[in-house]
């Protein structure tokens, strides 16, 4: 079965975005189940708190996303000017739990390249007339 996944970054503001969890998550959740969701997740960063959620198709989404209490959410968050990002797939956190490895060196400490080596230069006696 295929999953569509979104996900619903608070950003803190005014207020912390934990008390905006606080405040509206489970009103959230509820609206999720109520409207088909299959996955759910909260996720607390530094910077704030990532709602992701998944749904069976995409309808399942546009049902919830329309639902007054979602509405009054997303109206009601820290920082109503930039505190907010909605976007289909996981995200924040979704990234590898593994740091990337280092890239291998590009300039100093690479291999050399091969010299090319010119011939030589030979004199020779110009012919005899």
Avoid: C, K
Avoid at 78 to 90: E, Q, T
């Amino acid at each position: 079965m295929s999953e569509y996944w979104w996900s619903i970054e608070i950003l803190d503001g005014a207020l912390p975005a934990s008390a905006w969890h606080r405040a509206y998550g489970s009103s959230l959740v509820e609206g999720a189940i109520t409207n088909g969701a299959v996955d759910w997740a909260w996720h607390h960063h530094r910077w704030g708190v990532l709602f992701e959620i998944a749904f069976a198709n995409f309808d399942a989404w546009a049902r919830f996303r329309r639902l007054p209490i979602v509405g009054a959410a997303l109206d009601a968050v820290p920082d109503p000017v930039n505190g907010l990002l909605i976007y289909p797939g996981r995200g924040g956190s979704a990234s590898s739990s593994q740091p990337r490895r280092p890239r291998p060196n590009l300039g100093a400490g690479a291999a050399a390249l091969p010299e090319t080596i010119e011939p030589p230069i030979v004199a020779r006696p110009a012919p005899a007339r």
